[in-house]
């Protein structure tokens, strides 16, 4: 039985985990319409996203579903960042292309020749100003010449935990062994899995994606409901003035790990799917998931089942 590392843990909790992305997705917009155009398709109010500065939000389609979530940073006069969790940039870009007119806006796909770093936990602060000499502030972004590469710093609020995302051309200086030697700590996958999870921090193509509409994917402190129009608008203000959203998010443990994507039933009855799955045990031998409830069974302590294991909703 796989437990999870308390030392990994601890770090994302007390002081400062590395979390490094193998898949990134890394997109450069520019041009004096790009900022505009990302404002009119997504979900947040991005106007007074000012030049040093950062946001998160929503990108959905005609259905109200969600395409990505990503952070729009603002590096310099009409040039930004796009910064996802996704491993498929291409349909990002794809869905930002296909509302593209006449704008002066363009894409540029930095995946393949850009790392990205996250700093997550309550001394990421610290241990980025202790390497990069600076100290970034809440929701923003700062370009630095580090060992003669650019490196550019962003500070993401939106998860509900101190996090930055650190982005250099690949083959440049190791900033992970430098983070680690100021006091952080790498984790793996499985372990920033199951942290996710503790937190209730949505992830790409398990909480949201084509499946789920923002607000059931726990996305809803990313959409401004009084700034106009974007795509999949008139949806997603349905679903939140009628009442109409019939999942939400929920913890569930169990004395098993749960399959992503199964089915969770009580007794015959679909009770929802489960979207995020800890294969490591937390120190009382229980595994924790995360699933998309309906509304019925989103009470602490409702069981439901997948596959023959039961689970408890926290």
């Not at 939140?240 to 098993?256: A, C, P």
Request: hydrophobic share 40%; proline share 3%.
């Amino acid at each position: 039985m796989p437990h999870a590392d308390q030392n990994q843990l601890n770090a994302f909790e007390k002081g400062c985990a590395i979390v490094r992305w193998v898949k990134p997705t890394i997109i450069n917009m520019s041009g004096r319409d790009a900022l505009d155009l990302l404002h009119r398709l997504t979900t947040k109010e991005l106007m007074t996203v000012s030049v040093g500065t950062a946001r998160r939000t929503v990108l959905t389609s005609n259905r109200g579903r969600v395409i990505d979530v990503f952070l729009v940073a603002h590096v310099s006069q009409n040039a930004l960042l796009l910064i996802s969790d996704s491993t498929d940039p291409t349909k990002t870009i794809s869905a930002i292309d296909y509302f593209t007119i006449a704008e002066d806006s363009e894409l540029k796909d930095l995946s393949g020749s850009h790392d990205r770093i996250s700093l997550v936990g309550p001394k990421a602060v610290e241990v980025a100003a202790s390497v990069l000499g600076f100290t970034i502030d809440s929701d923003s972004v700062r370009n630095v010449d580090y060992n003669d590469s650019k490196v550019t710093v962003s500070s993401d609020t939106s998860r509900g935990v101190t996090w930055l995302d650190v982005v250099i051309r690949t083959s440049k200086p190791d900033l992970v062994s430098t983070f680690a030697s100021a006091g952080a700590v790498e984790v793996n996958s499985d372990n920033f899995r199951l942290f996710r999870i503790l937190q209730e921090i949505p992830g790409s193509d398990c909480e949201y994606g084509d499946h789920a509409n923002p607000i059931e994917a726990g996305l809803f402190s990313l959409i401004d409901f009084d700034k106009g129009c974007y795509v999949g608008q008139e949806v997603i203000a349905r679903l939140d003035t009628y009442g109409k959203v019939q999942r939400s998010i929920k913890v569930l443990e169990s004395n098993s790990p749960l399959a992503e994507g199964d089915k969770l039933t009580s007794g015959s009855i679909l009770a929802g799917v489960v979207t995020s799955s800890s294969l490591l045990a937390n120190r009382d031998g229980r595994y924790l998931s995360l699933a998309l409830v309906r509304k019925a069974f989103c009470k602490s302590a409702s069981v439901v089942a997948s596959e023959g294991i039961s689970a408890v909703v926290r």
